[in-house]
């Protein structure tokens, strides 16, 4: 399993961007899929979760109503879509893989995830 996240880059607030998660693999319409993010000098948090089965989805509260996950199964890609980007979420945004779901509910923890892509870089400017 590979994964490999790109769109990050620089914005000004108020701004938006979309994340991609490109995976390999056969079964990716299994999968939980999640984002996380770390910001310098912080700990790797969780933003946002999707189900296997696209009917379901979780947010962090720091940005509920502001990002919303997505997936395209038949592309083997998991999206982010961040709109009015402040610059408390600068951070390197990982995608995440949980490749053996033992229920509906998303996992939130960092453990709970099997495989994590490159991380892309997302700079908020004030």
């Known amino acids: 399993v590979q994964l490999q996240a790109s769109g990050g880059g620089l914005v000004q607030a108020g701004g938006s961007l979309r994340l991609s998660c490109a995976a390999s693999?056969?079964?990716?319409?299994?999968?939980?899929m999640g984002w996380f993010r770390q910001a310098p000098g912080k700990e790797r948090e969780f933003v946002a979760g999707?189900?296997?089965?696209?009917?379901?989805?979780t947010y962090a509260n720091s940005v509920k109503g502001r990002f919303t996950i997505s997936r395209d199964n038949a592309k083997n890609t998991a999206y982010l879509q961040m709109n009015s980007l402040k610059p408390e979420d600068t951070a390197v945004y990982y995608c995440?893989?949980?490749?053996?779901?033992?229920?509906?509910?998303?996992?939130?923890?960092?453990?709970?995830?099997?495989?994590w892509g490159q991380g892309t870089l997302v700079t908020v400017s004030s």
């Open positions: 999707i189900s296997w089965s696209e009917g379901s989805t």
């Open positions: 693999g056969r079964t990716f319409s299994n999968w939980h």
């Open positions: 995440a893989a949980d490749v053996n779901p033992t229920a509906l509910a998303i996992g939130v923890m960092r453990w709970e995830y099997d495989y």
